[in-house]
């Protein structure tokens, strides 16, 4: 086996999970991560935890999709059972071909969302982790050979994650104290309050790569112009090159270089899909470039991205509340060159350097 | 995709499982049964029933099986759960190498068999079956080509399992109305009671193929000697050429051709694996060889076998009971020449054609 995929496996058991002996471990990936699960397995077997192995297989998750009537979708009473009776989650992406899931119709896609939902609240219930097992499907997404993306993919995993956390704090603790933002980059320029927002510090517990830092900003408080220079993925759809005006908070101008269509289509999901539920801050410098994959791209060193959707309670005083939507798009700006990220006027971000990292 | 895969998962889906829209269907394989999974998908989609699938990969049970303390092992909540909430169960077959969980010591297996009993429990309480998608490691073990053991398979399975019922039924109407059964093959010649037993026609519902009639004679009846022509597999030992002698249904002799000590641990297991559960009666006429597949060697044409262990309630009066074991293991007389099997002193088979056959 290799070595790498040894390490991965014992990073998701202890750091991610801390699994226990009397844990049971629900670990669901397709049949390309096998080398994964039978890492995992064996970590488990060490800790004397008890493992169970859900198949998420795309082509057959296509097949159904196309079969069912949406009248007849319903929740999987042995997936909900099982969920509810897990200790912690393990979830595993490792695709064959992205696209295998595109271009099923809204009214089967909406009702899969809908009885999945049940699914997911036992999960979130749970301690999980989401993570990536490199595949040939996944370097050509990225566009890259086999091997040189398996390298990538670990140089992004295997990562001191306390030294990570630590750096980290140092720019959750700017967000913290601060109250106003301001990043600037090209047809970029775009301000919003974070005031009495708090920061979470991703160390790799929930995303294994980790490596951002994230809050929730004021939703009405978020004015100006932002440029996006990453493919936003919706529904399986590419949208490139979209450039979105704010007015108090709400998106009052949206052009896309292409997937219009689909852009509104997002924008028109609900009322919170036109308001911004997070701004991030990748800080992870093992991932050295975009690969269509937002768990990596989100957590690159020197780029910033901004959420349309929902937001997180745990960054919002008590008494407020973060954005409400069904949804959650993650859209990135690139920082890294001929650029600046402030906060109440300090550079935290400067062509992609922090301020306490040397140019 | 093939259309041989595609008619085996309508087959399972309507002849074995007659699933409706209500069902939650749980499907489990391994990553070489991708084929036929999404094939069940697509099939399970169409009838508005909900899958869900679990990965079964020997080399993560075995990296697991290695790693483990049998102090540690436990009931998988989350699979008891799924099993609970499950209406019917796909269990395949889709070997890489029938070899991977070979040699794990008698500790992990015991404590793991005790852990899945209620699993199984709960199995055996939902409509279920199983079945073979063919793979290279499955043409390894029955020593083919692939593509030949593909169509070995399909041969096996793509029958009018109505007419195949009819014709089983003429079997078992013999069992039924039969006293005695006595069966001569070169060193073989015994006899056993099926006094007021009855017959189960295997028409391949909770097997895919089916083909076999079968009962659990009166235990203390058999006698006399067998001589069993294919290997007998026990925890994962290929045990050759076995000679047994019974005397009042208790086996008194045994001669192995290798692993005679394996073959004394399977009768050492408990009371019962030393007494006959079951006699079968292979009938179907798609297999043509013997694989080292159990599923499907006890079910070819012309031969027949004796299960040490338990036997089917189903078969033996209210008043009494079939033989109580933990193990049921199958044993198969070839008696496709040179052979006789009687009830009665009627000819059933000859020379390995039933009554009813032309010779």
Redesign the interface.
Known sequence: MDDRVRRHAELLVDHCLEVT?DD?V?VI?S?NA?SL??????????R?A????????E???R???????PD???????????????DAVVLISSTTNPYETTAVSDAVTDAIDAAYSPILDERLDNRWVITVHPTAGGASRARMGTDAYRSFVYDAVDVDWERQRRRQQRVADRIDAGETVRIQCGKTDLTMSIADRTALNDGATRNMPGGEVATSPVVESVEGTARFDLPIVYRGDRIEDVTLTFENGVVVDCAAGNEQDAMDRLLGHDAGARRVGELGIGMNRGIDRATTNTLFDEKMAGTVHLALGFGFAECVPEDQHPNQSEIHTDMLIDLRSDSLLTIDGDPIIEDGDFWFEDA
Chains 1, 2 share one sequence.
């Open positions: 002996a049971d629900v990936g049949q096998v699960i039978t890492a995992l397995y064996g970590v488990l077997g060490e004397g008890t493992p169970m192995a859900q198949l998420h297989d082509r057959a998750r097949a159904y999709q196309t079969a069912i009537d007849d979708v319903s929740t999987s009473a042995p997936r909900l059972a099982a969920m509810e009776a897990a």
